[in-house]
């Protein structure tokens, strides 16, 4: 069952091997800096499992919008860093009535949630970078005891398995850096 990562740094590793997986992409092909590990067994797709968890409507309906369903619900192995419903509310309306309205910078941004391959938190602690599927890296940092994106996005919970990735909760929306 994925639980919150608030543990020390010697046994976050250890926490973090049990918890929530990201969400894995299939169809996408940009190359990662790191190896693809196999999925954590599971029956449903990345798209179903985080359907099923109930915090990630907004996250799925913007996918649906920006034609990655498909590619979500694939062989994959990816990893997906996905914001709850919680975090989309903290973004500005206006930003995201502009993302729905471009559906190649709400593409954009979407994949920059989103690595090729498996990579569970036993291995997200390990790296200070991944590259993600919009192109850019996102930096990873352990700081008391948690996982921090991009300086101050937090992995809130790790290692939910599907049968095509993992998926691991973040509470902020992931922005690319412009280019």
Same mark, same amino acid.
């Given at each position: 069952?994925?639980?919150? +990562?608030?543990?020390?740094?010697?046994?976050?590793?250890?926490?973090?091997?049990?918890?929530?997986?990201?969400?894995?992409?299939?169809?996408?092909?940009?190359?990662?800096?790191?190896?693809?590990?196999?999925?954590?067994?599971?029956?449903?797709?990345?798209?179903?499992?985080?359907?099923?968890?109930?915090?990630?409507?907004?996250? !799925?309906?913007?996918?649906?919008?920006?034609?990655?369903?498909?590619?979500?619900?694939?062989?994959?192995?990816?990893?997906?860093?996905?914001?709850?419903?919680?975090?989309?509310?903290?973004?500005?309306?206006?930003?995201?009535?502009?993302? @729905?309205?471009?559906?190649?910078?709400?593409?954009?941004?979407?994949?920059?949630?989103?690595?090729?391959?498996?990579?569970?938190?036993?291995?997200?602690?390990?790296?200070?970078? @991944?590259?993600?599927?919009?192109?850019?890296?996102?930096? +990873?940092?352990?700081?008391?005891?948690?996982?921090? !994106?991009?300086?101050?996005?937090?992995? @809130?919970?790790?290692?939910?398995?599907?049968?095509?990735?993992?998926?691991?909760?973040?509470?902020?929306? !992931?922005?690319?850096?412009?280019?």
């Amino acid at each position: 069952m994925p639980s919150s +990562i608030s543990v020390s740094k010697n046994s976050l590793t250890r926490v973090l091997a049990g918890t929530v997986a990201l969400v894995a992409v299939p169809a996408l092909t940009l190359a990662t800096s790191q190896p693809a590990v196999a999925a954590p067994a599971a029956q449903e797709n990345i798209v179903r499992t985080a359907a099923d968890t109930g915090q990630f409507k907004t996250l !799925l309906a913007l996918s649906k919008k920006a034609g990655l369903v498909g590619a979500l619900s694939g062989p994959g192995p990816l990893t997906v860093f996905a914001p709850t419903d919680s975090a989309f509310k903290a973004v500005p309306k206006a930003t995201l009535d502009k993302l @729905v309205k471009n559906r190649a910078a709400l593409r954009r941004v979407l994949l920059y949630h989103v690595v090729k391959g498996n990579v569970p938190a036993e291995r997200v602690v390990e790296l200070r970078s @991944v590259r993600t599927l919009a192109g850019p890296k996102i930096s +990873i940092r352990v700081r008391g005891g948690s996982v921090f !994106l991009n300086g101050s996005t937090k992995v @809130v919970k790790t290692d939910i398995g599907a049968a095509n990735g993992t998926i691991h909760v973040i509470n902020k929306v !992931l922005l690319p850096p412009k280019g």
